[in-house]
T-cell receptor, first 115, second 117 residues
Framework: AQTVTQSQPEMSVQEAETVTLSCTYD???????LFWYKQPPSRQMILVIR????KQQNATENRFSVNFQKAAKSFSLKISDSQLGDAAMYFC????????????WGAGTKLIIKP | GAVVSQHPSWVICKSGTSVKIECRSL??????MFWYRQFPKQSLMLMAT?????????EQGVEKDKFLINHASLTLSTLTVTSAHPEDSSFYIC?????????????FGDGTRLSIL
């Protein structure tokens, strides 16, 4: 069975600085998708970024980018120029390409932004 | 973009009553929807997969008779917490795949905060 591990329960960063959240996963599959979701205090789940495993190029969305290392089964999220609005829980999630869209979730990392 | 509406957002009720939570896909059809439970400061825990026109698939340890799921149409799934007790108090979230291929992400409702007195 697939598993997702987020080893950092909490991270803090100074406003305008860069922070990297780590995520590792375990799978025997070769085709899958990876996601980072953000959950602010409002508890909405917001998609931050996604990566297809068959793509070698790392996904980027404005200030958010990933470092996808397929061989190492690592999928870290880098947030550049951190803003106060980035404060939230961040969840890494895995989905098999042949599943019924079911996501496997990491435990989450709480990101604190220091003004 | 794809939107999932979840209602109610917050409900407080007495122990022993049943509570129904609705999850609607507003601009797309969802043959599959997911129901999650989230405890404070924890990750999402999948409770069940709701399948349009057929029985839901429950995760191990989730009581089927306690958490009734109905997916009667392509845009609506409901979760009914029957004879709710204080231990059922939690945050419940639904989600649905947005279609457009396997790579599409799930879209989430805003969640329901359930408090049982």
């Amino acid at each position: 069975a697939q598993t997702v591990t987020q080893s950092q329960p909490e991270m803090s960063v100074q406003e305008a600085e860069t922070v990297t959240l780590s995520c590792t996963y375990d799978t025997s599959e070769s085709d899958y998708y990876l996601f980072w979701y953000k959950q602010p205090p409002s508890r909405q789940m917001i998609l931050v970024i996604r990566q297809e495993a068959y793509k070698q190029q790392n996904a980027t969305e404005n200030r958010f980018s990933v470092n996808f290392q397929k061989a190492a089964k690592s999928f870290s999220l880098k947030i550049s120029d951190s803003q106060l609005g980035d404060a939230a829980m961040y969840f890494c999630a895995y989905r098999s390409a042949d599943s019924n869209y079911q996501l496997i979730w990491g435990a989450g990392t709480k990101l604190i932004i220091k003004p | 973009g794809a939107v999932v509406s979840q209602h109610p957002s917050w409900v407080i009720c007495k122990s022993g009553t049943s509570v129904k939570i609705e999850c609607r896909s507003l601009d797309f059809q969802a043959t599959t929807m997911f129901w999650y439970r989230q405890f404070p400061k924890q990750s999402l825990m999948l409770m069940a997969t709701s399948n349009e026109g057929s029985k839901a698939t429950y995760e191990q340890g989730v009581e089927k008779d306690k958490f009734l799921i109905n997916h009667a149409s392509l845009t609506l799934s409901t979760l009914t917490v029957t004879s709710a007790h204080p231990e059922d108090s939690s945050f419940y979230i639904c989600s649905a795949p947005g279609g457009g291929g396997w790579g599409q992400p799930q879209h989430f409702g805003d969640g329901t905060r359930l408090s049982i007195l």
